[in-house]
């Protein structure tokens, strides 16, 4: 059986599918918008649009549905360890690390170290659960 470590980082991979789906609706969108001259500069702020877009997409999905569309996917729920629910805090703070990918390394990296999940996960007392 695949290890809850591999079906998280299969479920990051679909969550990135989807941020970028949702990334290419909206850039089409836009174009239609603004003309093929202002396109250009459209893309260019993309680098800061996408960062804030995923990492909306994390905290919503972790906080309303307990689990993002991949981990939903994966059988993953992300919960409080007393079993509750996630608050908004702690979907924030856990998800601070996904705003760009390198920082989501270090946060594994050092969670390790710790012989924790993450070091946000321990951080703010989440941990994701096994649903099936």
Do not use: C, H
């Amino acid at each position: 059986m695949v290890s809850i470590f591999s079906r998280r980082i299969i479920a990051y991979v679909l969550d990135f599918f989807v941020v970028s789906a949702v990334m290419w609706i909206l850039s089409y969108l836009l174009s239609l918008i603004f003309s093929p001259i202002d396109i250009i500069s459209v893309y260019g702020i993309f680098p800061f649009i996408v960062p804030i877009l995923g990492f909306a997409y994390f905290v919503f999905f972790e906080k309303a549905k307990g689990a993002t569309v991949g981990k939903a996917i994966m059988y993953l729920e992300v919960r409080s360890r007393n079993g509750s629910n996630i608050t908004w805090a702690q979907s924030i703070v856990r998800n601070l690390t996904k705003i760009y990918w390198i920082p989501i390394i270090f946060d594994w990296l050092v969670g390790r170290f710790m012989n924790t999940d993450r070091l946000f996960g321990n951080l703010t007392r989440t941990v994701v659960v096994n649903m099936i």
